[in-house]
């Protein structure tokens, strides 16, 4: 067979490669943390140089771990459940990442709100790729 090229994380099919889908996972979350941190010392400038790298580091080691989270969740449920494309398991690493957030924060309730929203947002946005729902372009006519 010849080789696959994978461009990101929806070409790699459910349930298959999880070491790949966690990577790609991964530096998702690594972009996201380095933007979002970018954003967050714009707004609240710290004191210091160091401040500032350290609230960086700190936000992007975060979501990166959010995001190996997600991906090794998903596709091992994927895999457990032999059920690759069921948006539950895309629920399941939503709600994985969710709890990471409330134990990094110390807080249970952090971690009950992060379960519920990231696992909802995980849901519905496999599910709408699979049913094919648009957020912008054109309308299809």
């Known amino acids: 067979a010849p080789p696959r090229i994978v461009m990101g994380y929806w070409d790699v099919p459910e349930g298959t490669d999880c070491v790949e889908k966690t990577w790609i996972a991964t530096k998702l979350g690594t972009a996201l943390g380095l933007i979002g941190s970018a954003y967050h010392i714009v707004a609240f400038q710290p004191d210091t140089a160091l401040e500032a790298m350290q609230r960086a580091a700190s936000a992007t080691v975060t979501m990166a771990t959010m995001g ?8 091992l449920t994927a895999q457990a459940r ?54 912008t372009g054109p309308p299809k006519l």
């Open 68 to 75: 190996a989270i997600f991906g090794m969740t998903t596709c």
């Open 82 to 135: 032999e059920a690759p494309d069921d948006p539950l398991n895309y629920f399941v690493g939503g709600c994985a990442s969710g709890i990471f957030l409330g134990a990094r924060t110390h807080n249970a309730m952090t971690g009950t709100t992060g379960c519920l929203a990231l696992g909802t947002l995980a849901f519905f946005t496999k599910a709408g790729k699979m049913e094919g729902w648009r957020l």
